[in-house]
């Protein structure tokens, strides 16, 4: 075939063969006897289903050649570096891949020459670098250390020292499409092209084609086995070896049915794995050919790549139908392919003589000795080939339980008995024989039977059984039978039964399978409501809210190392029996439980609950049925490696950020997400994490199988991110990996912000207090300016009293004194003396009316009598008539309105408004209005005197100054009224005062 069109062919078959081969699966049987396959395809991640290289590097990594980019490959996540995330990949198109001594990967690509991944970072080398050609097939990297580089047209490259040195047809190569690269050990390089394979030796050329006995001058794939010899594949002429000279050709006479070879491998065992374009995949073992293609399960027949991984996995790329992994489980498993009789295995047991008995549903019965198995079935005496139950008595007989009764194995055959020789019912759930001889056989609906000196009794519930239809038995070390039914718990001692039920604790009535402790603690599976502990008459019941893996048990095995094994239909779990008993007694709140299925082994989860539902070997091995056959598991063989931990990938807003350095997260920043991963390759879905934001979280963070933490908000601080792994089978990588994380405070949590705000608000606080001395300074001012006014107000006060007393009142007491001297020495003279009495009444009743006058104006007399709005209205009427000022008024009624205290300062401000507009407006009209409204009592006292300045007046300092008497009196009256007021003024406009003061509750109005 055309070189050219063949590297077509090659690289186009993704995009034109079939995608629907099966997704992810494990096989469902062994693959060639012994392995266990699972299939990834895009749908589980892979960019596209070509892998044309494959290698696992020093970290852990699988990476995986693809032509839509390399993929790195945990065992769970895939992620792909093409050219458009990785400007370094100038070609997504990954013909090869080698990791070299240092560490470094190197990445062959159909056009965009080589690259290397180092420290995280890729380098590209092209032609400008020196390179003859960007298409580049295959990598070598020679005993030397240097990397030799097959390309498509431009030969043989050397890079060594940095430099690139070529070599093509012109000096000797037989073609320049060079397709594979081999190192012999003697140091020589062998390089198949597309016109034969040559060997370059000491600088020059040894060329073998067709003429030589090569099959076919296209040469795809070399490989040098341990033994030196040189194992070469051709396209079309099929797989020869090499050996002193000569090629010993292997075809379709030999086993190999297709002669298009496109990779050959030699795994650890020294077995050859062949891969080939369109043929599948052949393994050459001890002179045999065996092929494993799509009828076998292989999900595509054209085999681009193969490599063993360092835990013996063999991984298999084809192109167009994903990637492949053959695989030893970590269980074993027997099925058909071995022997067994049937795949639906239904109980185990070992005998005494160490021959492990397997009943299945269907298939009869197998007996496994000496590494084969032999089969019973209805042809040897069996009443059914379904088993139920398998169990042995004291002298070491073997006995079946079926729907055909009971058996005994006798001289290779079984003797049955059944209901017509007394046995309660043919369906036989449960055989066991106890240390006193007896054999006990649990049937469906018909209760227990005890089989002894050929004789059958039955127990049911009359007898005390909790239920007819029994399920498990199970004799404990002090003899006593245990029973577990549909309806509860028995117990068979001393001829007595004894029967527990939920009513009592147990966690559930369907009861199947006990387990006996080292301490005496017997543990009670149970269909679905977990697991129980008897201890000391007492039940404590574990599930899976408390960290147990299932609520159904089939069986109960201990295991050298303390922990029960346990089955049910989602898998086989183990648990510490410490642990257990810690949670039974209060000392822990959960448990740990590690689960095993297909990816470990079995080819299926599901296993079967007859009896006994599993069985521990004397050799320490655990034996389980299955719908797939019996599993056997070495409970010894746990990986013991922890797993490798590594932060992938870390996101802030979505936007990538670098993994190696220091997290700076700026204020405004909220959203952190860091992915991380544990490598594992013996159960990579199973690696458990917990983390931890040392800082900020308390504890650590129990994430499960979760690749990835997520904080949506970090307060400004320091933290460091850990996160630690476990392998799936309680191993744990303590040391983990860490981020260190800076939360960057906003600039208003700052220390120099604090201090400036710290300066600010002490400015403030200065100035307010400045401001408030200065204006209490003021309002103190004002006060002593009242309380001069006030006094000197009093003290003109006492002295116009004074001056009233004396002038008047004390002027008619004198002249009533004179009068009265006189009239004693006129008392001779009646009319004289008469005379002066008249005077005398006359200047008592001008003292008496002083004195009133006075009186009033201390306070009105009227106003308790007349009430406050008839004195308001006198108090005017009587102002207008002597002042020569017209009043007019409009007074609201306000009888027993407000209290005798608010009336007096009521009527004050109206007086010392009046008295205002009298001594200072002169004007010649006024009125007073009165009014209620909205809950208040408004006060309009109006006059179109001469007016005045309403503003402030300052002194020549600047300070103010306070004004008369009377209003500064008004407004601490109507302050005390808790009212207010305004005083509206314009000179030469008259002056207006209104006041509103707020009406009192009508239960206070008029209360002393």
């Known amino acids: 075939m055309n070189a050219k069109r063949l590297i077509v062919t090659l690289l186009g078959l993704s995009s034109v063969a079939p995608t629907s081969s099966p997704g992810q699966t494990i096989s469902p049987y062994k693959v060639l006897g012994r392995y266990q396959q699972y299939v990834w ?105 240097n990397l030799w580089i097959g390309t498509l047209s431009g030969g043989l490259n050397l890079f060594r020292d940095g430099r690139f040195t070529s070599w093509n047809s012109k000096d000797g190569l037989p073609d320049d499409h060079v397709w594979a690269l081999a190192e012999d050990r003697e140091g020589n390089v062998w390089i198949g092209t597309s016109g034969g394979l040559a060997r370059f030796k000491d600088g020059r050329f040894s060329v073998y084609t067709v003429r030589d006995g090569l099959p076919n001058d296209v040469v795809l794939t070399i490989v040098r086995d341990r033994t030196d010899h040189l194992w070469v594949g051709t396209d079309g002429g099929g797989l020869c070896r090499f050996n002193d000279g000569r090629f010993t050709v292997f075809g379709a006479k030999d086993g190999l049915a297709h002669g298009r070879v496109r990779k050959i491998y ?29 009828k076998d399960g292989l999900p595509g027949d054209s085999v681009e790549s193969i490599y063993q991984d360092p835990d013996g996995g063999l991984w298999i790329g084809t192109n167009g139908s994903g990637l492949a992994l053959l695989k030893d489980g970590r269980f074993g498993v027997y099925t058909t392919q071995d022997g067994l009789a049937h795949d639906f295995v239904t109980a185990t047991y070992q ?27 209805m042809k040897d005496g069996l009443p059914s080939d379904s088993v139920s139950s398998i169990g042995g008595d004291r002298d070491g007989n073997l006995w079946l339980g079926s729907p055909g009764g009971v058996s005994r194995f006798e001289n290779g055959r079984f003797l049955t008995w059944t209901v017509k020789q007394g046995l309660s019912t043919n369906h036989v759930n449960a055989v066991v024989g106890d240390r006193s001889g007896n054999l006990w056989v649990g049937t469906y609906d018909g209760g227990l039977n005890r089989f002894r000196d050929g004789r059958f009794t039955v127990y049911t519930t009359r007898d005390g059984l909790a239920h007819n239809s029994v399920l498990s038995l199970y004799e404990d070390r002090a003899g006593g039978l245990w029973i577990g039914t549909l309806g509860g718990l028995s117990r068979f001692k001393e001829n007595r039964l004894t029967t527990w039920t939920t009513n009592d604790g147990l966690a559930s009535n369907h009861v199947l399978s006990f387990y006996e402790d080292r301490a005496g603690s017997l543990w009670v599976g149970t269909h679905g409501r977990g697991l129980t502990r008897f201890k000391d008459g007492r039940f404590a019941t574990i599930t899976t809210k408390d960290g147990l893996y299932d609520n159904l048990a089939f069986q109960i095995l201990e295991d050298d190392d303390g922990n029960l094994w346990m089955s049910g239909n989602r898998g086989i779990y183990r648990a510490s029996l410490k642990e257990l008993n810690d949670f039974a007694d209060g000392r822990s709140r959960t448990v740990t439980s590690f689960a095993y299925g297909v990816a470990d082994g079995m080819l299926s989860r599901e296993c079967n609950g007859a009896q006994p539902a599993g069985w521990k070997t004397r050799d320490g091995k655990l034996w389980f049925p299955t719908v797939a056959g ?70 650590w963070v129990e994430a499960g199988t979760r690749r990835a933490a997520y904080y949506s908000h970090l307060p400004p601080g320091n933290y460091t991110f850990r996160v630690v792994a476990d392998n799936g089978d309680g191993v744990w990588n303590m040391e983990g ?169 009521i009527y004050r401000i109206i007086q010392e408004s009046v008295n205002n507009i009298v001594k200072h407006s002169q004007a010649t009209k006024a009125n007073v209005e009165l009014w209620r409204a909205d809950g208040d009592l408004h006060i309009l006292v109006r006059d179109n005197g001469r007016g005045f300045n309403s503003g402030p007046v300052m002194d020549k300092t600047g300070s103010p100054v306070a004004r008369g008497l009377g209003l500064t009196g008004i407004a601490e009256r109507v302050r005390m009224l808790g009212g207010m007021h305004s005083v509206a003024s314009t000179p030469g406009y008259g002056t207006t005062l209104t006041i509103q003061v707020p009406l009192p509750s009508p239960a206070g109005a008029g209360e002393a």
């Open 630 to 699: 019996v599993v056997v598991v070495d409970p010894q063989q746990r990986h013991s490696q922890p797993p490798l931990v590594a932060i992938e990938h870390v996101t802030l807003d979505r936007e990538a950020r670098p993994v190696g350095q220091v997290l700076r997260i700026k204020p405004g920043q909220e959203n952190l997400e860091i992915q991380y991963t544990g490598l594992n390759w013996s159960r990579p879905a199973q690696v458990t994490f917990k983390y931890q934001m040392m800082g900020l979280d308390r504890d």
């Open 266 to 294: 030699e795994d650890r065992e020294g077995t050859l794995w062949i891969g080939t374009i369109g043929g599948g995949l052949y393994r050459f073992r001890d002179g045999r050919f065996v092929a494993h293609t799509t």
């Open 41 to 145: 395809q895009d749908q589980h991640g892979l960019p596209q289903n070509s892998v044309h290289a494959i290698v696992r590097t020093r970290d852990g990594y699988l990476w995986l050649g693809t032509v839509e980019g390399i993929v790195r490959f945990d065992g769970v996540r895939f992620t792909v570096f093409d050219s458009g995330n990785t400007p370094e990949i100038r070609s997504s198109q990954i013909l090869a891949l080698l990791e070299d001594r240092s560490g470094s990967l190197w990445l062959a690509t159909n056009g965009g020459g080589v690259n290397r991944l180092a420290d995280g970072r890729f380098v590209r080398y092209t032609t400008r670098d020196g390179l003859s050609d960007d298409y580049v097939r295959c990598l070598l990297e020679d005993h030397a250390g």
């Open 737 to 905: 990996r860490s981020l260190q994380v800076t939360v960057l405070p906003p600039f208003y949590r700052t220390w120099w912000f604090a201090t400036l705000l710290l300066v600010v608000v002490a400015g403030f606080v200065g100035l307010a207090w400045q401001v408030r001395v200065a204006r209490l300074q003021r309002v103190h001012t004002a006060q002593l300016a009242f309380s001069r006014q006030l006094i000197a107000s009093q003290e003109n006060e006492r002295k116009r009293i004074a001056s009233e007393l004396h002038d008047s009142l004390g002027q008619h007491l004198l002249v009533i004194k004179n009068r009265a001297a006189l009239g004693e020495r006129a008392t001779h003279d009646h009319r004289a003396a008469r005379e002066q009495f008249d005077e005398i009444a006359a200047s008592a009743s001008q003292a008496i009316s002083e004195v009133r006058e006075i009186a009033y104006n201390l306070r009105p007399v009227n106003l308790d009598r007349l009430g406050l709005t008839a004195v308001i209205d006198e108090m005017i009427e009587k102002v207008s008539s002597v002042s020569g000022i017209e009043f007019s008024t409009d007074l609201v009624p306000l009888d027993r309105v407000f209290t005798p205290d608010s009336e007096i300062n």
């Open 351 to 377: 005998d005494a003589s160490g021959s492990v008995w397997v009943g299945t549903a269907g298939g009869g019965l197998s007996r496994f000795a000496e590494g084969a198995f032999t089969r019973y079935t």
